[in-house]
């Protein structure tokens, strides 16, 4: 249990906004751990949101690939690709850290109505939190101010979800 924890502490410190990529690990092994813990977590959330069948099978890997590509083409264009692997693992370990907190948040019974209930709220935070960490993630890797990491970060989101939309319609 200790073990977990310790492996679990450097990604709470990034979730919390204190630590950076920087103090990860660079390796591979651990990289590859967090994308698959990555993948299987997404893929539970997603069921347990009851997302229909093509959208969970196919959003937990496009989304690995869509965001291993995106920090790849920033870190890499501008110079920084030795910072590649904590960055990778910083932010999808985040991921994993901010679905597990989002999945209890399945076991909520949902409305047909538009009002504001729990749910809605804690997804709506817990999806501006996750940009301020990639945010944080950002401005840690390639130095450029919180505030555009922020930005950064958001547009990556609007992308990935127009591309999500465009695949597979709106969530039912």
Excluded: C
């Amino acid at each position: 249990m200790q073990a977990l924890i310790t492996l679990l502490m450097p990604f709470v410190s990034i979730v919390a906004q204190r630590g950076g990529p920087e103090n990860l690990p660079k390796s591979q092994f651990l990289l590859t751990l967090v994308i698959t813990t990555h993948i299987v977590v997404s893929y539970l959330v997603l069921f347990a949101f009851d997302s229909e069948f093509s959208r969970v099978a196919a959003l937990p890997l496009l989304d690995t690939v869509a965001q291993s590509a995106f920090f790849a083409a920033l870190l890499l264009g501008m110079g920084l690709g030795t910072r590649l692997t904590q960055t990778l693992t910083a932010a999808f370990g985040a991921d994993v850290l901010l679905n597990l907190v989002l999945l209890p948040l399945s076991v909520f019974p949902t409305s047909d109505t538009p009002e504001l209930t729990f749910p809605a709220i804690a997804i709506i935070f817990l999806l501006l939190w996750s940009l301020g960490i990639k945010g944080h993630i950002l401005h840690r890797a390639i130095g450029v101010p919180y505030f555009v990491g922020v930005i950064i970060s958001a547009g990556f989101f609007v992308a990935f979800y127009w591309l999500d939309m465009a695949l597979f319609g709106a969530a039912t």
